[in-house]
C-alpha cells in the first residue's frame, strides 16, 4: 500500500552558514514605538542560531530513542516524527536530511509568552519528496516554532515542506516584527481546513473548496481505496477526519503581502474490519505503531494530514506534503478466537 514518503515533515539538518533574512530590501511597515514591555517574538539572528542547533541536535535525536525528540518538538509534529521513527526502526528504512541555502523568519510583537515565528528555509538539496531530477528550489521547508516560557527552549512545532512558489512576501517592520493575519485570513484559514476534512472523509470536493486532489491530498483516498480493495481482506472500510485544534497551530498565523499564512492539522481515524474467515497482514507500518497488544477483528488507524494555508486577496491556497500514519490499534475478538481456522487469505 503506497504512503507518503518517510520523513519528509520530520527530518531536517541545517548547514553552519545558515542565513536569517528579514526582508531587508523590501518596503517596511510602520509601526508606533514599542512599549517596555513589548518585543518581536523573534530578534535578528535568533532563528538562525536556533534552527543551525536544532539541526544538529535532530540529527542525533534521530538515531536514537523516540524520548529524545522531547526537547527538540512539540505536536503535533512530535507526535509525527515519533511514528516516523518508530516506522523507520520497523522497516529498516533510514531517516533523510536536508541542509539549507537561506532561512526567512517572522513573529509578532508579543508581551509575554508564548514566543513564535514562521519560517522558510530553501533546501540545498532536493528534498526527500521531490523527484530525482527535481532541483533544490522545487520545494522549501515550512515551519512553526514556539517557545511555551522563559524556562523552556524553542521547539519545532509544524513542519511541512510545500512547493517554493507556496511561500509568501512575509514584511517586516522597523523592530523586525511581522504583524498577524488578518481576520479575513484566519477566518478563510479555518473553512478551506473544514472543507480539506470533508474531503479527505468523503472523497468529494466540497463547492467553491481548492483542488484538494492537486494539493497533496489524493494520496489518503488512494490508500482508503487500497485498504477497501477486494484483495485485502478488510470489509467496512470507513473513515472520520475533522481539523485537529488540540495542539492550535492553526493560532499562529502571519500577515503577508496581500494576506496571510497559517498552519493547521486534520485527523482522520480509519476504521476496518476483518472478516473472521481472514487472516490479514496489517503490514510493517500499521503493525510499527500498534498501540494494543491484543488481537481483535477491528482495526483503528490514526493518521495526521498537515497544511499551510496562504491567502491572496480573497483567493486562498492550500498545500500539503500528504498524510502520516501515527496510531493503530485493534479492538474485539480476533478471528482465531472466534473458532475459524483462518484458512482465509488477505
Known sequence: MSRPRLLSAAAMTASAGLLLSACADMPRPSRPELTPYERPAVRQGEAAQFLTTYASE??????????????????PLLERTTAEMRIAQATDRSLGAVGYTDVVAGGPVVD????????FATPDQAPPSADEDAAPADEVQAMLVRRDSAAEDWKVVESIFVPADAQPTILADESGAVSTAPEAHTEAAARVTEQAAEYLQTGEVPDGAPAFPDAG?????????????????????GAECAPDTEAGVADYALAT??????FAEIRCTITVNVPESYYVDLGEDIDAVMSTDDEGSTITITVGQPLLATTQGEEISVYSPGWFMLESATSGQAAEDSGDSGDGEG
Not at 535532530?58 to 505536536?75: M, W, Y
Not at 491530498?217 to 472500510?237: K, M, P
Not at 503581502?257 to 497559517?262: T, Y
Open 58 to 75: 535532530l540529527d542525533a535525536a534521530l538515531g536514537e530513542d523516540p524520548e529524545a525528540l522531547e526537547p527538540l518538538q512539540a505536536n
Open 112 to 119: 509575554g509568552y508564548p514566543l513564535w515565528y514562521i519560517a
Open 217 to 237: 491530498f489524493q494520496d489518503f483516498r488512494d490508500y482508503i481505496d487500497e485498504l477497501g480493495a477486494e484483495d485485502t481482506g478488510f470489509s467496512d472500510v
Open 257 to 262: 503581502e496581500g494576506g496571510g499564512v497559517s
